[in-house]
């Protein structure tokens, strides 16, 4: 006979939670932070871009599989403005 405790089914719980949460979420949390900030927690961007008087955009570029021979490119994109504040941030292929 199997016993399931509370332990178990919270475990569960915050799996599944975790699994179905949404990944833009973590990068709209950036947003007001400063972009140095950024770069030391996930280090120095794949690609950065002047904005000529307005600031810079800083690009994360990942590859995953999906499990088969297609290999999908990931783009997380953030705008710092002039301050060095983070104002805006995309995703796409992720």
Known sequence: MMIITSATI???VMFFA???????DSM????????SELIRVWGQ?????????AGRTMTY???WKNGFFE?????????IDAEG?????SMSGC
């Open 28 to 35: 709209r949390g950036w947003i007001g932070h400063d972009g």
């Open 10 to 12: 919270l475990g569960l």
């Open 61 to 63: 570029i990942s590859f």
């Open 85 to 89: 504040i983070i104002r805006t941030q």
């Open 45 to 53: 961007p794949s690609e950065e871009t002047d904005i000529e008087g």
């Open 18 to 24: 975790a699994a179905c949460s949404d990944p833009s």
């Open 71 to 79: 290999t999908y490119t990931c783009r997380r994109v953030f705008t």
